[in-house]
């Protein structure tokens, strides 16, 4: 019925819609998979899914957009959610995403620092370096980087000098 977009064990179900959303067949969609999903002996774990509504209007009001229900529960409307690894918002911008990834890179660079004071060479913990923290902050980076504020770019190039000071002090 819908676009679905499926990964390993994740599916995403979404739709484009106008603001009343009259014609949403997010439901029904939201239905047939759960069928398919008892068909085929799959579970569907109705606490981990989300529902997110991306809406531009510059209204204050939330949008007259009826919830999802799956199993006799209401799904949960979220304004952000993980997909992938990737912290989408409501609003579509990534100041989440990168404060997230801050706050994970930030912890990793004191594995580096660890390395360095237990006497490991440079070109070695460079490759740490790009196998834990660079590997990381660059995920999915065609998804969000050219989304970024300047701010959002300089949060995230500061882990890459802390990086770089630690590796060659």
Known sequence: VLDIT???DD???WEVCDRKCHQSKLQLATDQA?????KNLMLVNCDKTKELVVDFTRTESDPDIPHISAQDRTIERVNSTKLLGVTITSDLTWGEHVDNI???ASQRLYFL???RRAGMPPDSI???YTAIVRSMTEYACQVWHTGL????SSQLESIHRRAMRISFP
């Open 102 to 104: 801050h706050s994970r």
């Open 149 to 152: 504020t300047e701010q959002q």
């Open 6 to 8: 499926k990964y390993v």
């Open 113 to 115: 620092s660890l390395l």
């Open 126 to 128: 460079l490759r740490v």
């Open 11 to 13: 599916s995403t179900l």
């Open 34 to 38: 759960i069928e398919w999903s008892h």
